[in-house]
T-cell receptor
Framework: LAKTTQPISMDSYEGQEVNITCSHN???????ITWYQQFPSQGPRFIIQ???TKVTNEVASLFIPADRKSSTLSLPRVSLSDTAVYYC???????????FGSGTQLTVLP | EAGVAQSPRYKIIEKRQSVAFWCNPI?????LYWYQQILGQGPKLLIQ????????DSQLPKDRFSAERLKGVDSTLKIQPAKLEDSAVYLC???????????FGPGTRLTVL
């Protein structure tokens, strides 16, 4: 079972780039790495998913080194509305692998 | 595209009572999940359905929890009888395939008194 480890919390200021790293030492060949964002009283919302190297979409980038034992979510120019809990999930589509960690509470300050 | 729907949004019951939650996944999504999220923790998977069959329920406390997905669309999760430690948000998620992302509903917040 691929467990994930993330920092418990991070603070940043508006306009800065934020990088949140997740370690997943036991990742398997078929596993994808997916990041979710969760606001209070809402379900998690998909941000980005990747398998290796770098993936970029309109809201974030995901960097995955060759050994795939870690990944870094990069949020460019954060705003106050990016204050949320961010979860890294190693996902093979199998229920047995779907383990969310405790997430990283990101607080964006003015 | 409509999202994952869940009801009720909030429920308060006393311990030893029964409760049921309902989930309507995104149309066409064959895979459905139920998660339990205790305050301050990440979601914990309870059960996974593929169409109307159970793929994995190894983390479902089967002495009190049950779930079904009749006709491979809507799903219900039941707790009978409830305990104080069942107080949590119950999240439903769906996806089309293994490499697709999960789409989560807003959750049902259960308080057991």
């Amino acid at each position: 079972l691929a467990k994930t480890t993330q920092p418990i919390s991070m603070d940043s200021y508006e306009g800065q780039e934020v990088n949140i790293t997740c370690s997943h030492n036991n990742i398997a060949t078929n596993d994808y790495i997916t990041w979710y964002q969760q606001f209070p009283s809402q379900g998690p919302r998909f941000i980005i998913q990747g398998y290796k190297t770098k993936v970029t979409n309109e809201v974030a980038s995901l960097f995955i080194p060759a050994d795939r034992k870690s990944s870094t979510l990069s949020l460019p120019r954060v705003s106050l509305s990016d204050t949320a809990v961010y979860y890294c999930l190693v996902d093979s589509g199998s229920a047995r692998q779907l383990t969310f960690g405790s997430g990283t509470q990101l607080t964006v300050l003015p | 595209e409509a999202g994952v729907a869940q009801s009720p949004r909030y429920k308060i019951i006393e311990k030893r009572q029964s409760v049921a939650f309902w989930c309507n996944p995104i149309s066409g999504h064959a895979t459905l999940y139920w998660y339990q999220q205790i305050l301050g923790q990440g979601p914990k998977l309870l059960i996974q359905f593929q169409n109307n069959g159970v793929v994995d329920d190894s983390q479902l406390p089967k002495d009190r929890f049950s779930a079904e997905r009749l006709k491979g669309v809507d799903s219900t999760l039941k707790i009978q009888p409830a305990k104080l430690e069942d107080s949590a948000v119950y999240l439903c998620a769906s996806r089309t395939g293994a490499s697709d992302t999960q789409y989560f509903g807003p959750g049902t917040r259960l308080t057991v008194l």
